[in-house]
């Protein structure tokens, strides 16, 4: 037997209610935590994907105002080039983005893919806008249409990861 004297009363309550609290911050650590962070972390990912999409809508918005005839060269350029930027900014903002599961880090990876794929047919936009003769407005539109699928694509993919963290 030991000769340690017992806690008062009070002390003890302290005490137990000190380990509670510890045991309630580790629990919130836990997997629930780790889900409900991604999921967070991926409507990040999500706002660049969008981002992403509207930069090649934009895009494709001034190749065809460029090609009809009903959009000046000079404010095409501007708007393409905004759009460039817009695109290229989506890029770093979901490289930057981390995320602590092997599932959500691959579509985080595949929604980088996509917006990756996204910046060249934009800039492709703004070189066409340069050299209209260079190629037809109808092979940057493919490549727009081809991004913009591949971005909705992943922004669903998102979604679904995100409702799966969230859910019960």
Known sequence: ??????????????????????????????????????????????????????????????????????????TADVVVGDAAETATGAVHGIGTVVLSTADAEQVRDDALDAASGAVGPVTAARTWLGRPSSSSADEVLRALDDAATALDDASGAVRHVQWARTAP
Do not use: K, Y
């Open 1 to 74: 037997m030991t000769n340690r004297p017992d806690l008062p009363p009070a002390r003890r309550w302290g005490a137990t209610a000190l380990v509670l609290a510890l045991v309630g911050v580790l629990a919130g650590c836990g997997p629930a935590a780790t889900r409900t962070d991604d999921a967070n972390v991926l409507g990040s990912v999500s706002d660049h994907l969008d981002d992403s999409s509207s930069a090649v809508a934009s895009a494709e918005l001034a190749v065809r105002g460029s090609a009809a005839g009903r959009l000046p060269d000079v």
